[in-house]
Each structure stands twice: as structure tokens, then as C-alpha cells.
């Protein structure tokens, strides 16, 4: 079956950390750039970041530039979002979706995960 499955979400701390893992069952990511989406009750889906399919170019939302790194292992099939320095409005059900292309963010996506719960409260 070709899926993402994303992993790593929770509860934490203002202030805090998490690791997000977006990983690839049934193909290979090398082919492909990925993207962090986030939906908060109430809001739009809001673009987080992106990587291209070398992990030579990375892009930002300016809402968690500084504090977010996305990063990828090809090799694991893998890739991955470290959050700092968490804040409440980071609070959200976080999505990574793959697409074909050069570019660091893809136009269009092939595959989407199922999503993640990320609650950032004390």
C-alpha cells in the first residue's frame, strides 16, 4: 500500500519540542519534495515547510521560521520536521504530503498523510 504515515505528535510545553516523521510505505521518497501542512479548528490549512527531493532547498512559513527545521533522510525513507520553542497557536493536526517535481515545494501532490495531533498547552 503507498502511504504517508506521519508519527511523532503530542502534548507539550510552551517552550517545548517535538520531532515530526513523515514516512513513506510502498515507494520511495527520493523522487519527490515534501511538504509540512498544519489545520487548526477554525483555520484554513496553512503551509508549514518544505524540502526538495535532495534536501538541498528548504522553505518556511514566516509563523515558524527560526523555530522549525525540516530535514530528510532518503536513505530511511524518511522525512522530518523539528519544532522549538513550541507555542500555543502551533497547536494543530500536522499533514506531510509528497509530490513529483525539482522544485522545493511541490505544485501538486501525489500522496498525503493522515496527519498528526500536535497540542501545545500547559
Known amino acids: 500500500q503507498l502511504q504517508l504515515v506521519e508519527s511523532g505528535g503530542g502534548l507539550v510545553q510552551p517552550g517545548g519540542s517535538l520531532r515530526l516523521s513523515c514516512a513513506a510505505s510502498?515507494?520511495?521518497?527520493?523522487?519527490?519534495?515534501i511538504s509540512w501542512f498544519r489545520r487548526s479548528p477554525g483555520k484554513e490549512r496553512e503551509g508549514v515547510s518544505c524540502i526538495s527531493r535532495r534536501g538541498g532547498s528548504t522553505a518556511y512559513a514566516d509563523s515558524v521560521k527560526g523555530r522549525f527545521t525540516i530535514s530528510r533522510d532518503n536513505a530511511k525513507n524518511t522525512v522530518y520536521l523539528q519544532m522549538n520553542s513550541l507555542k500555543p497557536e502551533d497547536t494543530a493536526i500536522y499533514y506531510c504530503a509528497a509530490g513529483l517535481g525539482g522544485g522545493t515545494c511541490p505544485v501538486e501532490y501525489d500522496y498525503w498523510g493522515q496527519g498528526t495531533q500536535v497540542t501545545v498547552s500547559s
Open positions: 510502498g515507494f520511495t521518497l527520493d523522487y519527490y519534495a
